[in-house]
């Protein structure tokens, strides 16, 4: 059964989860979120909701640039039974928003970090930040799966 759940977990990481990098539940979001918790659920909102257009509006500009198709951005939300943001932290003038992420079929969250910047003013989404983050995650617990 673990070894099912391994695999289930890396075919779901696989097919585009870690370039969803988000969470949650509800209406899509907008550009000019309060802060970086506020920042990170608009974002969450807009993934869940298979918002490519808001979701694609809440990322840095960095981050615009290097999405080929807004689309990719919400592939694999299937996969994603939810997601809930909680606190930043503040390090080296970016937000690390902790967020979890519950995968269907999985009997096991993935909690990573959204990075969030600020950008003339306004929250926006550091995606390549924010997969890295995943990324960590994700090994940490395919090694912790592995070990049961």
Not at 34 to 61: H, W
Not at 72 to 79: A, N, P
Not at 89 to 97: C, F, L, N, R, S
């Amino acid at each position: 059964m673990k070894r099912i759940t391994a695999i289930v977990l890396a075919a779901v990481l696989a097919t585009g989860i870690l370039t969803l990098a988000a969470a949650g539940c509800g209406g899509g979001g907008s550009g000019d979120a309060k802060g970086p918790e506020a920042a990170a659920q608009a974002f969450v909102d807009a993934t869940m909701d298979a918002d490519a257009d808001a979701v694609y509006e809440l990322l840095s500009a960095p981050s615009q640039k290097k999405v080929e198709d807004k689309e990719s951005l919400v592939e694999g939300i299937d996969y994603i039974k939810g997601l809930k943001v909680g606190k930043a932290t503040m390090k080296d003038g970016k937000a690390y928003v902790e967020t979890k992420m519950e995968i269907r079929e999985v009997d096991q969250d993935l909690t990573f970090n959204i990075v969030v910047v600020e950008e003339n003013g306004v929250w926006k989404i550091s995606l390549p930040d924010t997969e890295d983050e995943m990324d960590k995650a994700a090994e940490k617990m395919s090694e912790g799966l592995m070990e049961q």
